[in-house]
């Protein structure tokens, strides 16, 4: 479209979350998965595909939360069975802190 | 958790440092009440993120003039509503200095205009706490028997308070701690992933049409979002803010991924006019609570209220989704009805009941009423899809001379219906449904 306009160069999630300013909590995860619960209830795959952070990975049939690069939405929470994800605020100060937002 | 005893440290306790909790903060001070202000983040607005329009009419009476003020980025005069297809588009294209004059909607970046809102509330008295993350509140037995809010549990610390303001936003898990609301299905609920980019003043103002601090939003529907949901473009100063909103319930049913869609959409050619060259500042995402009138619970216990999103306060309307101005609505009808209650000496779930009146009586709730059927026509499919491609293949019909003869519009658009899964029938039909809805 527009003559051949090319399109925009791509951005990998890693290069977004690159580019985001975190205060990391070294000493807790604010999110903890139960993973035989994911695994039954299907949480595991759903959360996997919502999270814009790519937070939920698979890897050997278990759930790998990395909670650092999480941007703090809730959206896994809401698509999450009862029980099987739990996930809070992290501690005051720390977590992704906008400079634009 | 349950508490015995022990007098108030403040009047007010309010949750949440965005347009809500700032707004209520702000009033309540003014008011002559003691107000303290606990944020989360380091920084008011630094948790904080929109798609970045606010509808500013609300604010203005609180702070008149405000945008010539606050850190807002650009004034919107330029509406573009787009049905985008793999290869083609068709938009909608309003500008009006009517929309400047009186102010209606700007843009914002959450981490520069939150802080002046709140800097608003501290200079009316109130303290505000930042860097705090409020666990869950505290509750005893009212006179009633039932629970009634004393104050919140911070760490190790319990300040206490006669009435706390929940506008701890859409998760907000002080509402959910004592029950004023439940878990929202999925087809109530959107993802909303976004990203600033960088790109000079000038070259924004040659790309989108503008001259000084106007500024553009574009909707766009379609192929961009793979038909899940809706995208956004809007300009700020020098930065365009972009991204996609997602229902739920449509995403999970399509079996692709949130990042998917929204490297989809960055990457869509119909965007790469707007968007080559430039430099990614900052990714975010937000959940949208979207059920209008519906999601809209208990609003008020004793001791507590709860208000902005934290209480279901969000409208889209299919091209835009309101949130900031309903905030700010009901921060304004909350601290009237607090600071009422608080004066009476009655902060029961019957003192604060006020605030739902206030609340009923001002365009939130009325706006909210409007739209109420407006998440139940978005549920009907053809909008985001076929009509994108029904449109662009009218046009095509009507621009594209390829050497076989002109036929008369009606005919046109005949075999446009035709080749389409769109029947006029359908057309008519949602037509009508989304006059009565929108």
Known sequence: MGGGAGTVRTTTLSERLGANR?????????IVVDQELCRTTGTGKAIIAVCPAGVYTERDNEI??????????GTCLVVAAPGALTWRYPRGGFGVNFREG | MTTQGGEPDFDVIVVGAGPAGSVTAYRLAQQGLSVV????????????????????????????????????????????TTFLTPDSAVSLDYRSDRLSEPLDAVTVLRAKFDPWLAGKAEGAGVFLMPGVRVDSVLTETGPDGR???????????????????????VNSFLARGVGLRGKDPTNHLAVGVKAVVKLPRSVIEDRFGLTGNQGAAHAIVGDCTLGIGGGFLYTNTDSLSLGVVLRL??????????????EHFLEHPGL???????????????????????????????GMVLVGEAAGLTINSGLTVRRMDLAIGSAIAAADAVAKAIGTGDVTEAGLAGYRRRLEESFVMQDMR?????????????????????????????FALDGIPRKHLLAVARGAFKRSPVSVRQLMSDGWAGVRAL
């Open chain 1, 22 to 30: 975190f205060e990391i909590d070294e000493e807790e995860s604010h």
């Open chain 1, 64 to 73: 790998v939360v990395d909670y650092a690069a999480c941007l703090e939405c």
């Open chain 2, 37 to 80: 202000l606990i944020e989360r983040g380091d920084a008011p607005g630094a948790m904080n993120l929109s798609g970045g329009i606010l509808y500013g009419r609300v604010l203005d009476t609180v702070f008149p003039g405000f945008a010539d003020e606050a850190p807002v980025e650009r004034q919107i005069t330029r509406h573009v």
């Open chain 2, 147 to 169: 629970p009634t809010v004393v104050g919140v549990q911070a760490g190790d610390d319990q300040p206490r308070a006669r009435v706390v303001v929940a506008a701890d936003g």
């Open chain 2, 249 to 262: 319930d449509d995403l999970v049913r399509s079996g692709r991924m949130a990042v998917e869609v929204f």
């Open chain 2, 272 to 302: 790469a006019p707007y968007l080559h060259d430039v430099k990614i500042r900052e990714y975010g995402s937000h959940l949208v609570a979207e059920g209008g009138y519906d999601m809209v619970g208990a609003l008020a216990m004793n």
């Open chain 2, 370 to 398: 409007t739209y109420a059927r407006a998440p139940k026509f978005l549920e009907r499919s053809g909008m985001y899809r076929a009509y994108g491609e029904l449109a662009t293949d009218l046009f095509h019909d009507m």
